[in-house]
T-cell receptor, first 111, second 111 residues
Framework: EDKVVQSPLSLVVHEGDTVTLNCSYE??????LLWYKQEKKAPTFLFML????IEKKSGRLSSILDKKELFSILNITATQTGDSAIYLC???????????FGKGTLLTVNP | DTGVSQDPRHKITKRGQNVTFRCDPI?????LYWYRQTLGQGPEFLTY????????KSRLLSDRFSAERPKGSFSTLEIQRTEQGDSAMYLC?????????FGSGTRLTVV
């Protein structure tokens, strides 16, 4: 069965800190890995990664995929209180290319 | 279409009652997914449609759950004889070519 494991499950930092969130996966027919941010509502899209070693960047957030070691990281630099959320990793794959999520990392950024 | 719409946003029901949720995807998206999310967990896959065909249903889904997508447009998720363990956020997502958009979810509370 397809599996996505995120670590840590929760993290508390101070504003200005840099954080690294981890996502490892085991999935057949890998197509892509996606990162989402979820506050109180639906997940909002951050990144989609399909190729190894190519960093995707958006402002203070960046992410990279290693398809050989089957993991991805999401980095957030100079964290702000507005970054407090659950960060979800999902992998598209399997026999019908469905999206399988990890449990998420709850990030709390204190002022 | 500006996004994925779910109705209702909140539903409180008594144990044993049947409930039905609706999802209107982005019109050109051919894939539609239902997920269930409980507190502290990532979204859990329930079922998936490509056009009107239900391609996969989670083994975790009991016979009390049924989903339809007539004519490949909107979808409904019905839960019969609700139990307290069904209390969760039910998320719908639609996708086209790897781009996923989530609805705001229906929060179900079974009392």
């Amino acid at each position: 069965e397809d599996k996505v494991v995120q670590s840590p499950l929760s993290l508390v930092v101070h504003e200005g800190d840099t954080v690294t969130l981890n996502c490892s996966y085991e999935v057949t027919n890998f197509r892509s890995l996606l990162w989402y941010k979820q506050e109180k509502k639906a997940p909002t899209f951050l990144f989609m990664l399909t190729s190894s070693g190519i960093e995707k960047k958006s402002g203070r957030l960046s992410s990279i995929l290693d398809k050989k070691e089957l993991f991805s990281i999401l980095n957030i630099t100079a964290t702000q209180t507005g970054d407090s959320a659950i960060y979800l990793c999902a992998v598209e794959g399997g026999s019908n290319y469905k999206l399988t999520f990890g449990k998420g990392t709850l990030l709390t950024v204190n002022p | 279409d500006t996004g994925v719409s779910q109705d209702p946003r909140h539903k409180i029901t008594k144990r044993g009652q049947n409930v039905t949720f609706r999802c209107d995807p982005i019109s050109e998206h051919n894939r539609l997914y239902w997920y269930r999310q409980t507190l502290g967990q990532g979204p859990e896959f329930l079922t998936y449609f490509q056009n009107e065909a239900q391609l996969e249903k989670s083994r975790l889904l009991s016979d009390r759950f049924s989903a339809e997508r007539p004519k490949g447009s909107f979808s409904t998720l019905e839960i019969q004889r609700t139990e307290q363990g069904d209390s969760a956020m039910y998320l719908c997502a639609s996708s086209l070519a790897g781009s996923y958009t989530f609805g705001s979810g229906t929060r179900l509370t079974v009392v």
